[in-house]
């Protein structure tokens, strides 16, 4: 069970108030029409999967509803911070285009 | 075509807001109407009182905090300051809780939604929202000495006085469904549910509320003062 921080209600909140969803900070192409089709099939339909620190997006459902980012250990599932939309994370693994 | 298209249109016009209840002989029944909603035998020493507050007026408003414009309209037109995060202010008649840094919600007297909505509209102006969800939700209201064990054992929120001072507002789990919870007084709390879901947690409730002897309906005057909660009508620290 995680007890996860909402940094819009300013508080640490149970699990199941929240959604989990997918990676965060992927960013659209620019211009979906200049892309090759292994760019837009990349931004459409690949994600990473990695062992350590995961930058993910996460919805306060059933409280504020607004959406924020969370950094996960995958392998220890300690979540490291959670910060709002827009900002950057603070804890980042070493090959992290984000560092 | 083209103009039509660019034809300028007044901002005024295009908000059509409607009277709900034009007049008093248009049925309104509530999600708990249904629910025999007074205690035919009351237990002696009641832990727990349970009512629903019908039909009231809910209005949820949408706009930047940080403008101050959209303060001082919400502030002229309620004669309430916009609340901090999972905090509420309230007066005599409405109160007016957080929900998201950009969202609130307006609750006061069920004939008012009208006349309460066109005076904000009055008083705001540029990006800003203004709903009436009367229809969609009610208020259900828990009170006595036991109160708060009846949420200690439906909701994972921790309701203990340190973490839930009195004018707090919370949204969060409740049963299987969920509630904007408030807390009105030491014994004395305000739950805003689903229309749709008020009848699994009006049941849910009476059932939590069994083992610590339940009234269903309001305390009277003089249970009232002996359970009396003196923050009751003060208005809410920030
Ligand atoms: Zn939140």
Known sequence: MFYIYCPYCGEHREEEEFHPKGQAHLARPENPDECTDEEWGNYLYFRDNPRGIHHEIWVHAIGCRKFFNVTRDTQTYEIKESYRMGATPEVTHANDPLS | MSEVINKTVDEATQVAIMDQCPTADVPARSPLAHQDQSSKVAPQNPGVFLWEDALKTHLVLRGDANNADFRQGIEAATGLDLPEALQSTQSDDWALGWIAPDEWL??????????????????????????????????????????????????????HDRNFPIGKIVNTVLAKSQATIRRLGENDWELVVRRSFADYIWRWLMDASGEYGLHLGQPDAATAARQSNPSRANPVEG
């Open chain 2, 106 to 159: 307006l609750t006061g007297p069920g004939d008012q939604a009208f006349a309460m909505e066109t005076t904000l509209r009055k008083h705001l102006s540029g990006h800003y929202a203004v709903i009436n969800v009367s229809g969609g939700q009610t208020l259900v209201r828990l009170a006595g000495p036991e109160a708060r064990s009846v949420l200690m054992k439906s909701c994972p929120y921790d309701v």
